[in-house]
C-alpha cells in the first residue's frame, strides 16, 4: 500500500505522524511524508522519504499556526502530492481540513492523528463536564465552519461529500458520527482518563497513546545545556511556550518567578517570538527540536497545556503547573487538574508564582497522581504505533472506496511514470515539473 504522510509540520504534529509511519514502512508499506521544507531532516532521521510542499503550491500550508487561513494551498498541494505518490491512503493532523477534502477528491481513505484528548462534540455523556473557556458544541461548530469554508474555497461546495449529513448543521444537533473531521479513523495520543467521566467517543475515535518519537538530542547542544545549568545550583524546572491566542506575554510572569528564587528555568521557547528574559532572570532560553532530555533534568514542567508537553512531562512522572489559553489548552488542561497531575497558575502574577511553583514542586501527592497517569500512558506508548498502524490497515481494508490509482486518470497528473506504470515515490530521484504545478 501506498500512503502518504501530510500531517502538519509542527513537532507536536510531525513527531507522533512519524512514529506511526516507521511502522507501517517496517510492516512493507510504501510511506512518504509531505511537509514544510523544515521538517525535512525529522523524517530523513526517521528513514522516511520526503517532500516539500513549497514544490507542490503548499508555501506556509502545514504550519500550526496557519491551519485556519491555509486549507486551499494545504489542500492543492496534497492533491498533487498524493497523485505524485500513487497515495493509497492518506495519514493527516487534526485541523488538516485541506489534507481531508484531498481524500475526499482523490477518493481515498484518510486517518487523522488527533491531540492527547478528543477536542469536539462526545457521542454522548459527558453531562456536568466544566465548560473551559468555550462548550464543546461551540468549538465543533466554529471547527466545522471552517471546514465548509475551505470546502468552498476549493469548489467543492456543489459536491457531495463522503458523509452526506456532515455540516455545520449537523454537527449543531449532534451528530459526531457524520462529522468529516474525524476522517475514517482519529486517532487520539492521550488517556481515557483524560476525557470527562461517563463520556463516550464518537465511533470512529480511537485511543492508540502517545505515539513518541521525537530526534535524537544533539550531544553538543545537550552538553551545552548542562554546563549552563551546572552553573547554578538551583533545582530545575521546564518551561515550554504555547502559543498566547491573545493572552498575553507570560514573561513578566516568567521573570519574576525565577528571578532571585529557589528554581531556575530552561524555557523552551517553541512557537512564540520575541523571548524577553531579565538579565538577572536564572533563565536559560532554547529552542530546541526535542524535549525529553530537558524534561529529564526538571522536576516540574509549567506549560499552557498542549499536547507535546504534557505527555512529555507525564511519561517521565513530573507534574505539571498549567496556564491555559486557547485552542485545546483549556480542555486538557482542566482534565490534568481533574486526574491530580497538575495546578493551575494564573496568567497574572498575582497570587504569587514562585510561590505556587514551590507548594507544586513539595506537593508529594501531586507528583504520585502524575506517575500514576504516566505508567498509564508508557503502558500505551509501548505498543501504540503497533495499535495505530493496525487501524491505519484496518481502515484501508474496511473501505469501500477503491484506490486513487484505479479510480483517477492519472494522465493529467503531475506524477512522472515508474517501473510497470507506478509513480516514482516522493522524495525519490524522479524530479517535479515545476510547470506542472502552476495553478491555471
Known amino acids: 500500500m501506498n500512503i502518504l504522510l501530510c500531517p502538519l509540520s509542527d513537532g507536536g504534529y510531525l513527531y507522533p505522524t512519524l512514529a506511526v509511519g516507521r511502522e507501517l514502512r517496517r510492516r512493507g508499506h510504501r510511506v512518504s511524508v509531505l511537509g514544510r521544507a523544515t521538517a525535512a531532516p525529522f523524517a530523513a532521521e526517521a528513514g522516511l522519504p520526503f517532500a ?65 484528548i478528543h477536542l469536539w462534540t462526545y457521542r454522548s455523556g459527558g453531562e456536568g463536564e466544566p465548560q473551559y473557556g468555550r462548550s464543546r458544541e461551540n468549538r465543533t461548530l466554529e471547527t466545522m465552519a471552517l471546514y465548509d469554508a475551505t470546502r468552498e474555497e476549493a469548489g467543492l461546495s456543489a459536491r457531495p461529500s463522503r458523509r452526506p449529513r456532515a455540516t455545520v448543521a449537523a454537527a449543531a444537533a449532534g ?17 481515557p482518563e483524560l476525557e470527562h467521566p461517563g463520556a463516550e467517543l464518537p465511533p470512529r475515535v480511537h485511543q492508540v497513546g502517545p505515539l513518541s518519537w521525537e530526534p535524537a538530542a544533539d550531544p553538543g547542544e545537550l552538553a551545552a545545556v ?29 521573570n519574576a518567578t525565577f528571578t532571585g528564587g529557589r528554581y531556575q528555568a530552561v524555557v523552551e521557547q517553541g512557537r512564540t517570538a520575541e ?77 504569587d508564582q514562585a510561590g505556587l511553583v514551590d507548594a507544586a514542586w513539595r506537593d508529594d501527592r501531586l507528583r504520585s497522581h502524575a506517575q500514576r497517569l504516566g505508567r498509564r500512558l508508557a503502558d500505551a506508548a509501548a505498543d501504540g504505533p503497533r495499535r495505530a498502524a493496525d487501524l491505519v490497515e484496518q481502515t484501508a481494508r474496511t473501505s469501500d472506496r477503491q484506490p486513487a490509482t484505479s479510480r483517477e486518470n492519472h494522465g493529467y497528473s503531475i506524477s512522472r511514470p515508474g517501473p510497470r506504470g507506478r509513480g516514482e515515490p516522493l522524495g525519490g530521484r524522479a524530479a517535479v515539473d515545476r510547470s506542472a504545478l502552476r495553478l491555471s
Open 52 to 116: 516539500a510542499a513549497e514544490e507542490f503550491g503548499g508555501e506556509r500550508a502545514f504550519s500550526a499556526a496557519r491551519w485556519g487561513v491555509m486549507g486551499l494551498g494545504q489542500y492543492r498541494a496534497t492533491v498533487r502530492a498524493a497523485r505524485q505518490a500513487r497515495a493509497d491512503l492518506l495519514v493527516t493532523s487534526v485541523l488538516c481540513n485541506g489534507a481531508l477534502l484531498a481524500a475526499e477528491t482523490l477518493d481515498v481513505p484518510v486517518v487523522v492523528i488527533g491531540l492527547s
Open 175 to 191: 451528530g459526531p458520527e457524520d462529522s468529516p473531521l474525524l476522517g475514517d479513523a482519529l486517532l487520539l495520543r492521550g488517556d
Open 226 to 254: 548542562d554546563a549552563a545549568l551546572a552553573r547554578s545550583s538551583k533545582p530545575v524546572v521546564y518551561v515550554h511556550l504555547g502559543r498566547f491566542f491573545g493572552g498575553g506575554t507570560p514573561w513578566p510572569r516568567l
Open 275 to 351: 523571548p524577553c528574559p531579565a538579565p538577572d532572570a536564572d533563565i536559560l532560553l532554547v529552542r530546541k527540536p526535542w524535549l525529553g532530555p530537558l524534561v529529564d533534568r526538571a522536576g516540574l514542567v509549567l506549560t499552557a497545556g498542549t499536547s507535546a508537553p504534557v505527555l512529555g512531562a507525564l511519561l517521565r512522572g513530573r507534574p505539571l503547573g498549567v496556564t491555559p489559553n486557547g485552542s485545546e489548552q483549556p480542555v486538557l488542561a482542566g482534565a490534568l487538574l481533574r486526574a491530580g497531575a497538575a495546578v493551575h497558575l494564573p496568567r497574572t502574577g498575582e497570587p
